[in-house]
């Protein structure tokens, strides 16, 4: 059975900090990792990867995928309390139908 | 990405009653939806996948004569909860196959009294 792995379950931090969220997972035909985050209704894309090594970047947040390790991070720097949320990770493990195996996400918390 | 709305964002229903729940993709045609549903602190499992024109697949323990799910056309998928019960309310989303990722509706609520 597939698994995504994320830690921690939930951060506090203060507006300004720097912060790592980790997946890992188990897969047994892994094509793709992303990154999505979620408010308070559905998960808006933010990052696919699918090559180890390469970081993505969109302002302050990046991420970057280690296939030989079976893990990724997704780092927010300068954080706002804007990047409030639920970061969830979803690996796409092939077939036809391009099905997402979510782990169960990482709750952010910036306070001012 | 693809513009997906779900409706209802929210219902209440009684305990035993059927409810239904749309999704559509606005500017996109869908051959395939999936069905996810969320519980508080829990991340989104997967309920079916939906492929426009045939039966859903659903996955491992989830109920297919209590989770009817119909993809008719190419931009709407319709999930039926009947003889709904208390255990059954959690937010339900819908997500839309793209090219390499999916886009998510809003999700609906749904609360069984």
């Known amino acids: 059975e597939d698994k995504v792995v994320q830690s921690p379950l939930s951060l506090v931090v203060h507006e300004g900090d720097t912060v790592t969220l980790n997946c890992s997972y188990e897969?047994?035909?892994?094509?793709?990792l992303l990154w999505y985050k979620q408010e308070k209704k559905a998960p808006t894309f933010l990052f696919m990867l699918t090559s180890s090594g390469i970081e993505k970047k969109s302002g302050r947040l990046s991420s970057i995928l280690d296939k030989k390790e079976l893990f990724s991070i997704l780092n927010i720097t300068a954080t706002q309390t804007g990047d409030s949320a639920i970061y969830l990770c979803?690996?796409?493990?092939?077939?036809?139908?391009?099905?997402?195996?979510f782990g169960k996400g990482t709750l952010l918390t910036v306070n001012p | 990405g693809a513009v997906v709305s779900q409706h209802p964002s929210r219902v209440i229903c009684k305990s035993g009653t059927s409810v239904k729940i749309e999704c559509r993709s606005l500017?996109?045609?869908?051959?395939?939806m999936f069905w996810y549903r969320q519980f508080p602190k829990q991340s989104l499992m997967l309920m079916a996948t939906s492929n426009e024109g045939s039966k859903a697949t659903y996955e491992q323990g989830v109920e297919k004569d209590k989770f009817l799910i119909n993809h008719a056309s190419l931009t709407l998928s319709t999930l039926t909860v009947t003889s709904a019960h208390p255990e059954d309310s959690s937010f339900y989303i819908c997500?839309?196959?793209?090219?390499?990722?999916?886009?998510f509706g809003p999700g609906t609520r749904l609360t069984v009294t």
């Open positions: 897969v047994t035909n892994f094509r793709s």
């Open positions: 997500s839309v196959r793209g090219a390499y990722e999916q886009y």
């Open positions: 500017d996109f045609q869908a051959t395939t």
């Open positions: 979803a690996v796409n493990s092939g077939g036809s139908n391009y099905k997402l195996t």
